[in-house]
């Protein structure tokens, strides 16, 4: 299943040439590198792409825009005779003056708002109506490996379950990080019997605010068309329930939002019980077929007895695509999430093209599609692998490359779980940068970027946060971006940011990189990681 190159591919580098030559307006003393790498970034975030949704006419010509550099470069097509990867998506968009959810107590109905209230999600393959006793279920976690379980005794047969986000600090990172993911979480929720699944965030620990995150629900859902895939298997009803309103589903029990928050913001068990009312939903949603593409390249290794190992590098090339307006715009650009990244893997190829030596394992590009609406194009290739996956030995994921500050410090995600934090640790230092675990475990990045994909298949992986010092004017730069730029049509170029962090991280991104390719082990998961053993 390959696609060749479609036409038009010499048109498109020449775009990118002409961009390239053109400075920048805020381009005038920047390195030639830089400003290569600006180009990617301003062609692939421009209006012109309409925010490369998933499955989008505009996401396939970034997608050919990527697989033409590649070409230029003279890289491998690396997925069969093409670069592109064809992934079949179906996508939902919910006809939401045909949907309702009532709270139905014994002697009345409450119905609820959708988007205020409420907002049932796409991603489910929900039944057109369903109603069904809930339960809370805490955290709903059941991680019997350390000795932690919500769901012990509870019986949620034919139940829809309800959660507060987060996890106990009984349970270590990784393994929190991991129970919480959808797969593992849902899979255990569905053993016990659950058929549907109401998620209230917590507001302390959320990256969207509520009202950002409900004005996007027009957004179209997607799931893999390979249902064997679908990690919501037997989910028959999904809900995200406004933190500010959840009271609504307590009612009538001795427990409120004021008080599992406290709880959970101590990271302590909460209480599981029954709530009064029965939850009932009515769900309708316009259904579409759809194909959207990964960007698979090659660079072979120079050295025969290493070239049949592969580092392999990704970052996700689709964004949000056209949306809510934000001050008049409805574009979501994506510059920094995630044009910044592709566009450092392309000029990472060059360099390694044009150094004097080629590294001696293999090294591919990976761009992927379907990020934004769960991990779906990695997850995609993970399991249709164009290569042996013995032979990949190492992932690195770059989301969010976002220079909005001199660059000193950077979270490695899963840093402490291999070999790999090693090198990256020695690379860093080599270059006075420094390194840091995750200082947020409970935002779960490990797991909502690509990294996790590989990590699940049982690959050594790990991705970027261009990070902070704590309590400095970065620390508050970095803290404003998410507050009022991340997944909102000001991502875009328009937005302040620093050249010399972006040629430094890209300098650090190729440094690591050789060092991985020429490295003579190949990396290793440190004793007792979770991750030693694949989870599918
Ligand atoms: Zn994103």
Request: charged share 25%; proline share 6%; aromatic share 6%.
């Given at each position: 299943m390959t696609t060749r190159t479609a036409r038009g591919l010499s048109a498109l580098v020449a775009a990118g040439a002409i961009l390239a030559a053109v400075p920048a307006c805020r381009g005038g003393g920047m390195p030639a590198e830089t400003r290569r790498w600006l180009a990617h970034v301003k062609y692939l975030s421009s209006d012109a792409m309409r925010g490369r949704q998933t499955g989008s006419p505009e996401h396939r010509t970034a997608a050919q825009y990527v697989a033409a550099q590649f070409e230029e470069l003279g890289l491998q097509p690396g997925a069969?005779?093409?670069?592109?990867?064809?992934?079949?998506?179906?996508?939902?968009?919910?006809?939401?003056?045909?949907?309702?959810?009532?709270?139905?107590?014994?002697?009345?109905?409450?119905?609820?708002?959708?988007?205020?209230?409420a907002t049932l999600q796409m991603s489910v393959d929900s039944d057109s109506l369903l109603e069904a006793k809930a339960v809370f279920v805490g955290y709903g976690l059941s991680v019997p490996e350390a000795g932690y379980d919500d769901l012990a005794g509870t019986d949620l047969t034919g139940k829809i379950a309800v959660l507060l986000q987060g996890g106990p600090s009984a349970v270590k990172e990784p393994l929190r990080s991991y129970a919480q993911s959808t797969g593992a979480r849902w899979s255990r929720l569905h053993e016990h019997g659950a058929i549907g699944l109401v998620t209230i965030s917590n507001p302390h620990h959320s990256d969207i605010p509520w009202l950002r995150g409900a004005s996007q629900r027009f957004s179209p859902g997607m799931v893999l068309a390979d249902s064997t895939l679908d990690e919501r298997r037997g989910q028959r009803l999904g809900v995200s329930f406004n933190p500010d309103r959840a009271n609504k589903l307590f009612e009538g029990t001795p427990h409120n939002?004021?008080?599992?928050?406290?709880?959970?913001?101590?990271?302590?068990?909460?209480?599981?019980?029954?709530?009064?009312?029965?939850?009932?939903?009515?769900?309708?949603?316009?259904?579409?077929?759809?194909?959207?593409?990964?960007?698979?390249?090659?660079?072979?290794?120079?050295?025969?007895?290493?070239?049949?190992?592969?580092?392999?590098?990704?970052?996700?090339?689709?964004?949000?695509?056209?949306?809510?307006?934000?001050?008049?715009?409805?574009?979501?650009?994506?510059?920094?999430?995630?044009?910044?990244?592709?566009?450092?893997?392309?000029?990472?190829?060059?360099?390694?093209?044009k150094a004097p030596k080629r590294p001696a394992r293999t090294v591919a590009f990976v761009c992927v599609t379907g990020e934004e609406k769960g991990l779906l194009g990695s997850r995609y290739f993970t399991d249709h692998l164009p290569m042996r996956r013995d032979r990949v030995i190492a992932n690195i994921n770059l989301d969010q490359v976002r220079p909005l500050f001199p660059l000193k410090l950077m979270t490695a995600i899963a840093v402490d779980e291999s070999t790999l934090g090693d090198t990256i640790r020695a690379v860093a230092g080599g270059m006075g940068l420094r390194i840091q675990a995750d200082p947020e475990p409970w935002r779960n990045l490990m797991r909502r970027a690509d990294n996790w994909s590989f990590m699940q298949i049982g690959v050594p992986a790990t991705g970027f946060v261009l990070a902070p010092e704590k309590d400095t004017p970065d620390d508050a730069a970095y803290k404003e971006w998410y507050a009022r730029r991340y997944h909102t049509p000001l991502d875009d170029l328009d937005q302040p940011w620093v050249p010399s962090a972006a040629a430094a991280f890209n300098d650090f991104f190729g440094r690591l990189v050789a060092a991985l390719?020429?490295?003579?082990?190949?990396?290793?998961?440190?004793?007792?990681?979770?991750?030693a053993k694949p989870s599918r």
């Open positions: 069969g005779e093409g670069f592109l990867q064809p992934v079949g998506f179906i996508a939902r968009r919910v006809r939401e003056k045909d949907c309702a959810l009532d709270l139905v107590f014994g002697d009345r109905v409450v119905p609820l708002t959708l988007g205020e209230d939002m004021a008080e599992l928050l406290a709880l959970a913001d101590s990271q302590v068990t909460l209480p599981v019980f029954p709530l009064v009312p029965k939850i009932r939903a009515r769900v309708h949603y316009d259904r579409e077929t759809l194909e959207s593409q990964n960007v698979v390249a090659l660079l072979p290794g120079s050295d025969p007895a290493l070239k049949d190992e592969i580092v392999l590098l990704t970052a996700h090339l689709d964004h949000l695509g056209v949306g809510a307006p934000v001050a008049g715009d409805s574009i979501y650009n994506g510059a920094m999430d995630n044009a910044s990244g592709v566009a450092a893997l392309i000029e990472i190829a060059r360099a390694l093209t390719a020429n490295a003579e082990r190949r990396p290793q998961w440190k004793a007792g990681s979770e991750y």
